[in-house]
């Protein structure tokens, strides 16, 4: 077969092709330091590599997303400890405050310094971090969650959601607290709470008012005596009435709250007596209390938990109350047993405070104890994605370079035998 001169420049051109582009190709892996440059190299490896690229971003993004909610949460553990804080120096001054020693005047100053620490709480309450969101109003986060009313008494205008955000696939972590959790809230285990208020208000307390009674009836307690009762956890409220039929000329009734009215019919008393005074005892829903003091028609004492319905829980209408006793002089028996009985259930109220902030100052802090679980996973995560990663597309180099060198030769014995087949010719030999 005869085979033509342009035959073999085209095969030998085709080789010398062939070989460089081989060359050229592990030039670039090496270059790159990746075995697959191109798709085209390895489509499979290629493809799974897609996905592991899309998984590393989503972690990435979880990353940044947990460090958006460190930053959060370590701002409202801060803060958080400020209003602790405040509780236990408003607390103290309020024992100060209970001394018989002290005069109209140092009440007076004591009241001012709880001012301070109102005005304080009520900054920390409407703390914003480092974007100008409000930390404790829920997702109503674009104004104050705490305001001042007509009446001189805070508001909360947020909602009673806490703003939450994604910080892995499967976990979605509240990164805030609402003002309502921390300020108008009580822990499970708050007790009774025993309050002085008017028969005319309803049995209910008065935002920021406390120890309304005409007499100059004191108590304390409530003391817990048998939580096995079957009355136990239930508001009950005790009412004198003027009573020609026993000496004293004042008797009592204790009635219960129960489907959303107080039970008033005689049927449904929990104890009615007497009223004698100078450290009586009344006994009744797993509690006793222990009243002092004359007691004057329509004088009620309210005793419920913390946190009920009749008696619901504020910071701030505690501090606005023990600020409005003491700013006011006590002179009459009336006014020194208002002034005790509201010190005794602000003291009560600001101990279930620091109890309800401690706790969720906890969970602030266990979540942030989450987040470093949920980090150490997602590193591990990323690793695996890196391995995988580098498994897929990452070149070996020693194979690499021995392939290089491989190539090397071949591109030159095609370029060699190109040149010794362009230079065989009959007329060398003629």
Request: aromatic share 6%; glycine share 8%.
């Amino acid at each position: 077969m005869r085979i033509s001169s342009v035959t073999m420049y085209e095969q030998s051109t085709a080789s010398i092709n062939r070989q460089q582009n081989d060359f050229l190709k592990i030039s670039q892996q090496i270059a790159s330091g990746r075995r697959v440059v191109n798709p085209s190299d390895d489509p499979q490896s290629a493809a799974r590599a897609v996905r592991v690229d899309q998984s590393k971003a989503i972690t990435q993004q979880f990353e940044d997303s947990r460090v958006s909610a460190r930053n959060s949460l370590a701002q409202t553990e801060s803060i958080l400890n400020s209003i602790s804080d405040s509780v236990i120096s408003a607390k103290t001054r309020l024992v100060q405050a209970s001394s018989d020693t002290l005069s109209d005047v140092d009440r007076e100053s004591i009241a001012s310094e709880l001012k301070g620490i109102y005005e304080t709480m009520i900054g920390q309450a409407n703390a914003t971090d480092g974007n100008g969101r409000y930390l404790f109003g829920g997702y109503a986060d674009n104004a104050p969650p705490f305001v001042k009313n007509s009446e001189g008494n805070i508001e909360y205008k947020g909602d009673d959601n806490a703003r939450q955000q994604r910080i892995d696939a499967s976990r979605l972590m509240p990164v805030t607290e609402n003002g309502i959790s921390i300020f108008q809230s009580v822990p499970s285990g708050a007790g009774y709470v025993a309050e002085a208020v008017k028969s005319s208000d309803g049995g209910q307390p008065i935002a920021g008012v406390l120890g309304r009674n005409g007499g100059s009836i004191t108590f304390s307690g409530p003391q817990v005596s048998n939580v096995n009762d079957p009355g136990y956890g239930d508001s009950y409220r005790v009412v004198f009435n003027e009573d020609t039929t026993v000496d004293s000329g004042v008797s009592y009734q204790v009635q219960r709250f129960s489907e959303g009215e107080w039970q008033e019919d005689p049927a449904d008393l929990v104890v009615t007596g007497e009223y004698v005074g100078e450290g009586q005892q009344l006994s009744f829903g797993g509690v006793n209390v222990t009243l002092t003091g004359s007691a004057e028609p329509d004088d009620e004492i309210l005793v419920a938990q913390s946190g009920s319905e009749q008696r619901p829980a504020d910071l701030f209408r505690t501090m606005e109350a023990a600020i409005r006793v003491l700013e006011n002089p006590a002179t009459t028996g009336a006014e020194k047993a208002e002034l005790r009985n509201t010190l005794n259930t602000s003291m009560r109220d600001l101990d279930n405070a620091l109890d309800n902030v401690l706790t969720v100052r906890a969970s602030a802090g266990a979540k942030l104890n989450e987040l470093d679980v949920v980090d150490a996973v997602g590193s591990n995560r990323m690793l695996n994605y890196e391995q995988t990663l580098s498994d897929l597309v990452d070149l070996d180099y020693a194979d690499a370079i021995s392939e290089y060198s491989l190539r090397q030769v071949g591109l030159q014995a095609s370029q060699k035998a190109f040149v010794d087949i362009k230079g065989m010719s009959l007329f060398d030999f003629m």
